[in-house]
């Protein structure tokens, strides 16, 4: 079956330390996105990419980087410089269309729960 | 900027009964379209309903419906029939229509349906 795979479940990170999340699809989706979720609150937009090579910050995309070599793959890391890290990692793709508007319907991953030790 | 708002942190609805959740949102744009998302507790992310902004008709799916009144940028949920396996977190999120736009999530309506 189609979907978005996150990888791990849970994850530790110690202080000082970068982490990556993995996001994989196998929809053949164009555009994918990673979302912070913080307990009380909605997701909050971290990167996103609109096709393979490029990608732009979102609303919360400091001590955040992303990479998108491969349509099918787009990580994120968490680096030392993100102070607060604790959250729930969501990753997001949505398929385009061949006429240039997009299928408006996210797929999303079944997230990361990243927490400090 | 678009917003999205959900004023209603925490909702109870007995089981079989109806129980409507509200949202509202602000924009500009005249061509966007509206979410209503379910999170259970395994936290999975899962479309629940959307409607387009030009359809002046309120989708329905099953045992959930909107109320879109697009003058008021309202945007509410009703939930017939409700099933303990309704009990979530519901967050309503709006995309505007052009290309390339993103979704903006509201923080969310937190359901427990009791038996």
């Known amino acids: 079956d189609g979907g978005i795979t996150q990888s791990p479940k849970y994850l530790f990170r110690k202080e000082g330390q970068n982490v990556t999340l993995s996001c994989e699809q196998n929809?053949?989706?164009?555009?994918m996105y990673w979302y912070r979720q913080d307990p009380g609150q909605g997701l909050r937009l971290i990167y996103y990419s609109q096709i393979v090579n490029d990608f732009q910050k979102g609303d919360i995309a400091e001590g955040y980087s992303v990479s998108r070599e491969k349509k099918e793959s787009f990580p994120l890391t968490v680096t030392s410089a993100q102070k607060n890290p604790t959250a729930f990692y969501l990753c997001?793709?949505?398929?385009?269309?061949?006429?240039?508007?997009?299928?408006?319907?996210?797929?999303f991953g079944s997230g990361t729960q990243l927490s400090v030790l | 900027a678009q917003t999205v708002t959900q004023s209603q942190p925490e909702m109870s609805v007995q089981e079989a009964e109806t129980v409507t959740l509200s949202c509202t949102y602000d924009?500009?744009?005249?061509?966007?379209?509206l979410f209503w998302y379910k999170q259970p507790p395994s936290r999975q992310m899962i479309l629940v309903i959307r409607?387009?902004?030009?359809?002046?008709q309120n989708a329905t799916e099953n045992r959930f419906s909107v109320n879109f009144q697009k003058a008021a940028k309202s945007f509410s949920l009703k939930i017939s029939d409700s099933q303990l396996g309704d009990t979530a977190m519901y967050f309503c999120a709006f995309r505007a229509g052009n290309y390339g736009q993103n979704f903006v999530f509201g923080p969310g309506t937190r359901l427990s349906v009791l038996p």
């Open positions: 997001a793709s949505i398929e385009r269309t061949g006429n240039g508007a997009t299928n408006e319907k996210l797929f």
């Open positions: 924009t500009s744009e005249s061509n966007y379209y």
């Open positions: 409607q387009e902004a030009y359809k002046q």
């Open positions: 929809l053949n989706h164009d555009a």
